[in-house]
């Protein structure tokens, strides 16, 4: 089975401190993606990364940075953290494929900022 | 983009009876995922159906891709069944390999 770590399930931190949130994955996946989730809002992509050192742009990308130093850690960075971006944060990682391939989620980190 | 939209948002049932949760798009997709996000945040993949039907237990899943849209079926509803429900696609037509997610549909079975 594949397995997709987050590094915390809660997480507390101040506003303008910077963040970081840890993901690991157990199956040599090339493409990893950290989401958002809001209420009524869905999950929303922030930044995904097809290759090591490689990232893209999600859908809401201010105030997050990302880092890929190897294929199986994908760190989120809140460069200076905010209250907005309380939230509910999943990584997910799947293999690239000509056509789509499942992606497998970790079980998330609610980090709140005060 | 593409666009995602799951009916109903909220569904609220007896302990026993069926469901259908619907998913539309607005575009071609490579990928069609079925998720179920229990109480404590986790999302389990139920299904990765881009096209035709697949079973697993009490829980079924359909996706027409010529017309668009994929249906979620839960027959002999459990408590355990209870949380939110998403689907999510890969646009075929968009030159990258992410996933669009609905908005969900949050499911209630009352004992």
């Known amino acids: 089975d594949v397995k997709v770590t987050q590094s915390s399930r809660y997480l507390v931190k101040r506003t303008g401190e910077k963040v970081f949130l840890e993901c690991v994955q157990d199956?040599?996946?090339?493409?990893m993606f950290w989401y958002r989730q809001d209420p009524g809002l869905g999950l929303r992509l922030i930044y995904f990364?097809?290759?090591?050192?490689?990232?893209e742009k999600g859908d809401i990308p201010e105030g997050y940075s990302v880092s890929r130093e190897k294929k199986e850690r994908f760190s989120l960075i809140l460069e200076s953290a905010s209250t907005n971006q309380t939230s509910m944060y999943l990584c997910a990682s799947n293999s690239r494929g000509g056509w789509g391939q499942p992606q497998h989620f970790g079980d998330g980190t609610r980090l709140s900022i005060l | 983009g593409i666009q995602v939209e799951q009916s109903p948002p909220d569904l609220i049932l007896q302990e026993g009876a069926n469901s259908t949760l619907r998913c539309n798009f607005s575009d071609s997709v490579n990928n069609l995922q079925w998720f179920h996000q229990n109480p404590w945040g986790q999302l389990i993949n139920l299904f990765y159906?881009?096209?035709g039907t697949k079973q697993n237990g009490r829980l079924s899943a359909t996706t027409v891709a010529t017309e668009r849209y994929s249906l979620l079926y839960i027959s002999s509803s459990q408590t355990t069944d209870s949380g939110v429900y998403f689907c999510?696609?890969?646009?075929?037509?968009?030159?990258?390999?992410?996933?669009?997610f609905g908005t969900g549909t949050r499911l209630t079975i009352i004992p």
């Open positions: 999510a696609v890969e646009g075929a037509n968009f030159g990258n390999e992410k996933l669009t």
């Open positions: 199956m040599d996946h090339e493409n």
């Open positions: 990364s097809y290759d090591v050192k490689m990232k």
């Open positions: 159906i881009p096209s």
